[in-house]
């Protein structure tokens, strides 16, 4: 008869020490932030080490950070480390400080209860492996991001409150420095701005500028170097004139912390003349003139790279949008051509136009001003705009409202048949002939 014997171990397994660390983090707002910190972190120091069954790993504590918030180096580098199979429990004081978005919450405590990583909140007495662990966690990180809502909409009425009395805080921006209640003028900065404005006005583009502006040796005040979005701000920043407009953008989201623009969504409130201007009244007006008038054209900013008399006013009947200046290299030299907009981006079949090579357009436009050689002065001062309905035909709209349609012929394989060419072109139909005739004998 078949007989079953139970074996026991004789062996004792070593009881296995649980690798613990904790998270602590506290709150700007809270106050006395480097001395709760320091205290969590001693507490947990001494509590883990106490246990002699745990192995101490080490407290990761974050400060400075709401809860909601996404940047918490040690934070991630806890999950890291817990992903890495350094650690198996992890203990913090309450579910408030792990994290106020309940989303989040539960499913970081999943992944680590996935990779067998327990979670303990103290202050709940809430274990992440018990069965009814993730219930409790759902209902009270549910009230601990309530909590956070309500704090951030108590922080906004407050903030929205000092708007409409006046009431403002800032902070440094190019060309000025806030002293705690108002903008103060920085000298040599000032000049920065004013230059900036004066030579938009002159018809460079914001690329064109920062690149100025680099190759002078100036230096921006929060980024690396100049570029074309700091200086298209710039343009538009209304406190160059003495002004402080009040909730320009607002978070949208407690959770998210986002900034987004006010496009009307809440009211705005403007203070005139709340510090000294560095730019005046119609300077700032003419620049944001300027600005409309280029974007109407399509004259985007950092397009506009090369000042020209044709920059925004050659434009394409056919799909309404400007001449762009490019250079063409050929055998006798390179030279500048205008091309639309919409064939320079390669989008030929939204427009058939032919290209218009500007030695094309200076004597045209010659000939339509009546001068014998092209002046671009007289040229800025009388014309408009130039239409280009079809190929080799302009039409001149002049300021005083007279329009006069003018033919024009490319002359571009005459202007390259130079007489060092038709030289070389000879000798070689004269060799080509020679080898024929050689050929048949």
């Known amino acids: 008869?078949?007989?079953?014997?139970?074996?026991?171990?004789?062996?004792?397994s070593l009881p296995t020490r649980k690798r613990v660390a904790?998270?602590?983090?506290?709150?700007?707002?809270?106050?006395?932030t480097l001395h709760s910190l320091s205290a969590q972190v001693s507490y947990y120091s001494e509590f883990i080490q106490k246990h002699p069954d745990w192995e101490y790993v080490g407290v990761y504590a974050d400060s400075g950070e709401t809860g909601t918030g996404k940047k918490r180096g040690e934070f991630e580098l806890l999950i890291a480390d817990c992903e890495a199979g350094k650690i198996d429990i992890i203990l913090t004081k309450t579910i408030s400080r792990f994290a106020r978005n309940t989303v989040d919450l539960l499913e970081t405590v999943r992944r680590l209860r996935e990779i067998g990583v327990e979670v303990r909140f103290e202050e709940q007495n809430i274990n992440?492996?018990?069965?009814?662990?993730?219930?409790?966690?759902?209902?009270?990180?549910?009230?601990?991001?309530?909590?956070?809502?309500?704090?951030?909409?108590?922080?906004?009425?407050?903030?929205?409150?000092?708007?409409?009395?006046?009431?403002?805080?800032?902070f440094n921006i190019y060309?000025?420095?806030?002293?705690?209640?108002?903008?103060?003028?920085?000298?040599?900065?000032?000049?920065?701005?004013?230059?900036?404005?004066?030579?938009?006005?002159?018809g460079f583009s914001p690329k064109a500028i920062a690149r100025k502006l680099t190759a002078m040796g100036e230096k921006p005040m929060y980024v690396e170097k100049w570029?074309?979005?700091?200086?298209?701000?710039?343009?538009?920043?209304?406190?160059?004139?003495?002004?402080?407009?009040?909730?320009?953008?607002?978070?949208?989201?407690?959770?998210?912390h986002r900034d987004k623009k006010n496009n009307g969504e809440l009211p705005q409130y403007l203070i005139s003349d709340a510090h000294e201007a560095i730019i005046d009244r119609e300077t700032f007006a003419t620049v944001q003139a300027e600005k409309e008038r280029r974007k109407t054209l399509g004259c985007f900013a950092g397009k506009v790279h090369n000042k020209s008399s044709f920059t925004s006013k050659v434009i394409c009947e056919v799909c309404n949008r400007p001449f762009h200046r490019s250079t063409r290299s050929r055998t006798n030299g390179k030279f500048k051509v205008w091309v639309c907009a919409n064939r320079k981006e390669g989008k030929p079949r939204e427009c058939h136009v032919s290209d218009l090579p500007e030695y094309i357009l200076e004597k045209v436009s010659a000939e339509a001003l009546e001068v014998a050689e092209f002046d671009a002065e007289v040229f800025e001062k009388q014309v408009e705009q130039i239409i280009v309905p079809s190929s080799n035909t302009l039409v001149f709209h002049f300021y005083d409202g007279r329009v006069i349609s003018k033919d024009w012929v490319s002359t571009a394989r005459t202007d390259c048949w130079t007489p060092e060419r038709r030289a070389a072109w000879g000798k070689f139909q004269?060799?080509?002939?020679?080898a024929k005739g050689g050929k048949r004998k």
């Open 1 to 12: 008869m078949r007989k079953i014997k139970k074996i026991i171990p004789t062996v004792s």
């Open 22 to 32: 904790a998270y602590a983090r506290v709150s700007v707002e809270k106050g006395r």
């Open 128 to 170: 992440s492996m018990s069965g009814d662990g993730e219930l409790m966690m759902t209902i009270l990180a549910s009230f601990a991001q309530e909590e956070s809502r309500s704090l951030s909409e108590n922080v906004k009425w407050a903030i929205r409150k000092g708007f409409k009395e006046g009431k403002t805080n800032s």
């Open 175 to 202: 060309g000025y420095r806030w002293d705690g209640e108002k903008f103060i003028i920085h000298p040599e900065e000032a000049e920065v701005v004013r230059f900036i404005y004066t030579d938009y006005l002159d």
């Open 227 to 256: 570029s074309e979005s700091t200086v298209r701000m710039m343009l538009e920043n209304d406190k160059y004139v003495g002004d402080l407009r009040l909730q320009k953008v607002f978070v949208e989201c407690h959770l998210s």
């Open 430 to 434: 004269k060799g080509n002939k020679n």
